[in-house]
């Protein structure tokens, strides 16, 4: 962005409110200077050289010559003065104004007096002195040289200088010079008021430009502008992140083929509007395409969602819905479950039960207790939380949390190894979330792991470029045919499982914007979690 130049007011000392702005100021300050230079040279060129009128200096030639050179001296002085700036530009204006006034009715005096019509210059004299500095001291300046005419004619009528006076045109001469002041101060405030309207919406513009930048820049959602030959105009962070694009591409095609592909399958075939791709960090990405006319011109804008960002808040969604069924189900299910297993104990402690009655009994408390179990499972899932990240160093989380893992349920140490790299791993993510998380994997590990054919390993390390967390065991593995069902909700191969261990694990993976995924490698059972590396965030 340019740099702002400040811009200084200078005000009349004899005015209230009038100011100009400082660039124009002085711009218009030297335009009248550089008239003031070239009327001085003429003065003195044409008396010397007998080309001009002859009425120049026709009546005091000494006095004519004297009153021309120290008009072009002055000015050679002004110029030195305001091209340099050495004083101040209220200082310079009226210096300017009051020694044409001094020395044009000097000069007329000499040519013969008002009859001469070398007065008029003044006129131009106070319509600069109007622009220049305005206010009432344009009518001063007025002022001043209607005095400075009305004394000239006096004094010349005195000592009988000319064959005539004219005190009528010195007063319409002194009438045009109020008029002519005050005609150009209207005008320069009506100039300065409506380049302050201008100055104040060109601020405005400029403020709001600014604004939209920063809200482009940080919306949640990538945007692309582009015109018909795939040539960018604006692209935020967001989409540069979306994409693994850095720096200002050019054109669709230096950001990423397959979107420069799609953008010309959508031209061809306007009516489909969505679109999907995969980048390189194989994220899915969803395309909407929308037209832009401007003027006489038409753009496109390219909108890229994060598919991972929109199922997390799907997720959230259906988390919530989740919550109001499981109230009714608690209230529904639970009573009448706590009556029926309080009813089948009261039943057992009946001395008059047969073998046969008594192991009935057994089987009505342990599924009672097996749906509470359910019951309380999905009651959990329902209370899911929205996901509060933060910084997690890994390493220190890791260690503790197995301290503490192994002291709640009685294990001992030797069953498990923790490995990490020697370096530091960084995750964001929700601590009471990943402690859940890490909770179901390890639990399932010792169930399902088989622990006396070896130890179960959390190993935490960085597999390329992703920052992930293994749980291993070193057991059986899950059946192929099983896979595809593993992460469904109430799926289980146990007898006394729910379900929805790995499907809560899940969701509260997809809440962290993280991934939760098997793999049997090297004979042994995986569950791998891939986790945001919270240094690439930074």
């Excluded at 489909?272 to 804008?301: D, R």
């Excluded at 994997?441 to 054919?453: D, I, T, V, W």
Aim: glycine share 6%; proline share 4%.
């Amino acid at each position: 962005m340019p740099k702002t130049i400040p811009e200084t007011i200078y005000p009349c000392p004899f005015s209230k409110s009038y100011g100009i702005p400082g660039r124009q100021a002085w711009l218009i300050l030297k335009i009248y200077l550089v008239y003031r230079f070239i009327l001085a040279c003429l003065f003195v060129i044409l008396f010397h050289s007998r080309f001009g009128p002859s009425l120049l200096g026709s009546y005091d030639q000494q006095l004519y010559i004297i009153s021309s050179g120290l008009f072009l001296l002055v000015t050679l002085i002004s110029a030195i003065g305001v091209f340099w700036r050495l004083t101040s530009y209220a200082a310079q204006a009226q210096i300017l104004i009051f020694t044409d006034i001094l020395f044009i009715t000097l000069i007329m005096h000499a040519c013969g007096g008002i009859a001469s019509g070398t007065g008029m210059l003044l006129v131009v004299s106070m319509a600069a002195g109007g622009l220049l500095i305005g206010g009432r001291c344009a009518i001063l300046f007025a002022a001043l040289a209607t005095l400075a005419i009305l004394a000239e004619q006096i004094y010349a009528d005195t000592n009988n200088t000319f064959d005539g006076t004219t005190y009528t045109y010195a007063g319409m001469l002194g009438a045009a010079f109020f008029t002519i002041a005050l005609l150009t101060v209207i005008l320069a405030e009506r100039t300065e008021k409506s380049e302050r309207l201008a100055d104040q919406r060109k601020k405005t513009i400029s403020k709001l430009e600014t604004l939209n930048q920063v809200i482009i820049q940080h919306f949640q959602s990538g945007m692309i502008i582009c015109d018909k030959n795939q040539r960018v105009s604006m692209i935020n962070e967001t989409a540069s992140y979306l994409l693994g694009f850095s720096g200002t591409p050019e054109a669709l095609p230096k950001i990423d083929n397959q979107l420069s592909d799609i953008f010309r399958k959508w031209r061809k075939n306007p009516s489909q509007h969505f679109f999907f791709i995969k980048t390189s960090q194989q994220n899915e990405i969803q395309i909407h395409f929308q037209k832009l006319p401007v003027n006489q011109e038409t753009y496109f804008l390219i909108m890229l969602e994060d598919m991972a960002v929109y199922n997390q808040r799907l997720q959230q969604s259906k988390l919530a819905s989740l919550g109001r069924l499981t109230a009714s189900i608690a209230h529904e299910i639970r009573n009448p479950l706590g009556a029926i297993s309080h009813a089948g104990q009261l039943l057992s402690e009946c001395p008059d039960l047969t073998p046969q009655d008594q192991r009935l009994t057994g089987i009505i408390q342990s599924h009672a207790q097996r749906v509470n179990t359910i019951i309380e499972d999905i009651l959990q899932l329902s209370r899911r939380n929205a996901s509060k990240k933060q910084k997690i160093e890994l390493g220190n989380w890791l260690h503790h949390y197995l301290e503490n893992f192994l002291s709640e349920h009685n294990i001992n140490p030797n069953q498990f190894i923790l490995s990490i790299e020697n370096i530091d791993l960084y995750a964001l993510a929700d601590p009471g979330h990943l402690k859940q998380i890490m909770d179901n994997l390890c639990r399932n590990a010792l169930n399902y792991g088989c622990p006396e054919k070896g130890k179960i390993t959390i190993k935490c390390y960085y597999l390329l470029t992703e920052l992930v967390i293994d749980v291993m065991d070193p057991g059986q593995g899950i059946a192929p045919n099983d896979l595809e069902h593993l992460f469904e909700p109430f799926f289980t191969t146990s007898m006394s499982g729910t379900g929805l261990g790995l499907y809560i694990s899940r969701e509260l993976a997809q809440l962290n914007q993280a991934k939760l995924d098997y793999y049997n490698t090297a004979g042994q059972s995986c569950f791998r979690l891939v986790l945001i590396d919270a240094n690439k965030n930074d």
